[in-house]
C-alpha cells in the first residue's frame, strides 16, 4: 500500500452554506473613535453593555461579544483581511477600540443594508 499525502489545509472554512464572503475592509479604524461618539462613549463607561450589544448583533452568546473569537468571527464573515494573531494582538493592546470598532462596522454596513 501506498502512504497518502497528508492533507493541508491553507484558507479556513467559511461559516456557513453558500459563497465565500467578498474581501472588504473594516469601515473604520481601530481609532477612529471620534466617526461616531455614541459607540465610543459606551465603550468606555460602558464596556460590558457594548460587548452584549455586539454579541446579540451576532446572535451569539452575551459573554463572547469582547472576545478575540468575536472579532474573529467578525472578521472571517465579512472578509476582512487579517488573521486570528492579528486579532489577538489588537484585542489585548486595546479591547476598548477593537469593541468599538466592530459596532461601529456593524452600524454602517447595517445603514448600507449588508449585515
Known amino acids: 500500500m501506498q502512504a497518502q499525502a497528508?492533507?493541508?489545509?491553507v484558507t479556513q472554512p467559511g461559516v456557513g452554506p453558500g459563497p465565500a464572503p467578498?474581501?472588504?475592509?473594516w469601515q473604520t479604524g481601530m481609532c477612529?473613535?471620534?466617526?461616531?461618539?455614541?459607540?465610543?462613549?459606551c465603550g468606555t463607561f460602558c464596556f460590558p453593555c457594548l460587548g452584549c450589544q455586539v454579541a446579540a448583533d451576532m446572535n451569539?452568546?452575551?459573554l463572547c461579544g469582547t472576545?478575540?473569537?468575536m472579532r474573529t468571527l467578525y472578521r472571517t464573515r465579512y472578509g476582512i483581511p487579517g488573521s486570528i494573531c492579528d486579532d489577538y494582538?489588537?484585542?489585548l493592546c486595546c479591547p476598548?477600540?477593537?469593541l468599538c470598532q466592530i459596532k461601529r462596522d456593524i452600524n454602517r454596513?447595517?445603514?448600507?443594508?449588508t449585515f
Open 6 to 9: 497528508p492533507v493541508v489545509v
Open 22 to 25: 467578498q474581501n472588504s475592509n
Open 32 to 41: 477612529d473613535c471620534f466617526s461616531d461618539c455614541g459607540v465610543c462613549l
Open 60 to 62: 451569539e452568546c452575551c
Open 67 to 69: 472576545s478575540v473569537a
Open 89 to 91: 494582538m489588537a484585542t
Open 96 to 98: 476598548h477600540c477593537t
Open 109 to 113: 454596513r447595517r445603514a448600507m443594508r
